[in-house]
């Protein structure tokens, strides 16, 4: 196994940056296939946090080139950011880090829409992190994106004015929203220019070299399968394929480059934004389930998202949604994390089924009102008392936490081979 896919299979935050940061080591390069700033990527060594949103997570090791694929959306302001926030810690980042030449911009007037948007719809509104992702990808698929090697294109003032014609009429007309002017496009443009072209390149030639060469690729994903615009929970979902797949597209390489599919998830489950969630127990908005395992959840998870800080909604872990996360992605082995923040609970529980007008059903429905109505049902097992955080090896365990453990791959049917124990990169047990 030399090739490995690391992607989210819950609604995201499943701590996919963590395992990212600790499995760079043993890799040559990392590279991100979609999604864009409303990723937020968690990395903890000792007592320092690293927030990514748009660079792989293996920026913080020397000798590992990170890439930023086609499939991304790159926000210039953010991006150059965080390239600033890494360069002030001492991180060599223009010299880690290859843009995607073909990879789209998100415009001032991305955000501008994607706000007046979820302005206008109210309390239907899905709950996005604001930062221009959907009518980025939107205009992708339009035809009408400015990708970055288009900074060099002699059309590009012609295309802005025509996109800025357009969407300053759907901004004042219909959304009755203030519009977004040139200038504020052209301060974006200029960044991009100044800070992101010089690391524009042909990333599937140096994949391919790479390859070649006999090095080890990790392809990092964003969000998380429930939020895959196909296979998710539509419409609430984000705006690319988070799955698997998306990594051959979002970067350009071939179905036979990639060895494994590392799926990983919470030992039990959260969301940020709207949307229906079966296994629900806690959110801000009032819902507290009567054991208050929703709010230990929450509080002893530290959930709050690490982009926008809003509070994550907590429920059981829902095996529903993990073994369609398994089938949909080819999951070879799961990385589960977060098992410390079930240290304590007196039971666990995990969602086996879900039923629906009297019946069972094995597999998530298509249809969100469907998932909306549905009842989990439920495993219960026993909780532990004893402590996990930090453990390194399965003899650390409680006896109940491993059986959680054992029943989950059974369950899903699919091995666990990574155990997170706490937020630290050597909070790990390999199986
Ligand atoms: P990502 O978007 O999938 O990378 O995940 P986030 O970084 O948004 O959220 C995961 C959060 O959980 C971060 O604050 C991590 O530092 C933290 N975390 C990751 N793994 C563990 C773990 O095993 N235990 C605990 N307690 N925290 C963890
Ligand atoms: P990481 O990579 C959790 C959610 C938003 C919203 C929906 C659409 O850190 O796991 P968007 O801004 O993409 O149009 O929002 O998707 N969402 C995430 N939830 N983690 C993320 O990324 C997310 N990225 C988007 O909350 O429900
Ligand atoms: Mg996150």
Not at 257 to 285: H, M, S, W
């Amino acid at each position: 196994m030399t090739n490995t896919v690391a992607i989210g299979i819950q609604w995201g935050d499943e701590g996919k940056g963590k395992i990212v940061d600790l499995m760079a080591p043993d890799v040559d390069v990392v590279a991100r296939f979609q999604g864009g700033p409303n990723a937020g990527h968690t990395l903890v060594i000792g007592d320092k946090k690293t927030v990514l949103n748009h660079i792989p997570s293996g920026i913080l090791h020397d000798d590992t080139l990170c890439l930023i694929g086609n499939g991304t959306v790159v926000d210039p302001f953010r991006l150059v950011e965080e390239m600033d926030m890494l360069l002030a810690a001492g991180i060599p980042v223009v010299e880690r880090l290859k843009i995607s030449e073909r990879c789209q911009l998100i415009l001032p007037y991305h955000r501008a829409l994607d706000a007046a948007r979820e302005a206008a719809k109210g309390a239907g509104k899905i709950g996005t992190t604001g930062k221009g992702i959907g009518p980025c990808y939107e205009d992708k698929t339009a035809r009408r994106g400015i990708r970055l090697i288009d900074l060099t294109s002699a059309d590009l003032n012609d295309r802005i004015e025509a996109n800025l014609e357009y969407v300053n009429f759907m901004l004042t007309q219909y959304l009755k929203a203030a519009p977004v002017t040139r200038a504020d496009v052209d301060e974006a443009l200029d960044l991009a220019r100044a800070r992101l072209l010089p690391l524009a390149a042909d990333v599937p030639l140096i994949l391919q070299k790479r390859i070649k060469a006999g090095e080890r690729i990790l392809y990092e994903g964003a969000q998380g399968s429930m939020l895959d615009v196909d296979h998710g929970t539509y419409p609430f979902v984000t705006s690319s394929n988070t799955v698997a797949g998306a990594a051959l597209a979002g970067l350009g390489v071939g179905p036979g480059q990639v060895d494994a599919v590392l799926g990983i998830c919470k030992a039990y489950t959260t969301r940020v934004g709207a949307g229906p969630f079966p296994t629900e127990l806690y959110n801000a908005e009032g819902k507290c389930d009567a054991e208050n395992a929703g709010k230990h959840m929450a509080e002893k998870g530290n959930e709050f998202g690490s982009t926008t800080g809003r509070p994550r909604r907590t429920g059981w872990f829902d095996a529903v949604v993990v073994q369609h996360a398994v089938r949909i992605n080819g999951v070879t082995g799961l990385a589960i994390t977060k098992m410390d923040v079930l240290d304590g609970l007196e039971e666990v529980k995990l969602c086996v089924a879900y039923e629906l007008n009297g019946e069972r059903l094995e597999s998530v429905p298509a249809c969100c009102a469907q998932l909306e109505a549905a009842t989990p049902v439920y495993e219960t097992l026993p909780g532990w008392s004893e402590s996990t955080f930090g453990a390194t090896a399965l003899d650390q365990l409680p006896a109940n936490a491993l059986a959680l453990l054992r029943r989950i791959e059974a369950v899903c049917d699919c091995p666990v081979s990574m155990l997170s124990t706490g937020p630290d990169r050597n909070h790990i047990i390999h199986l």
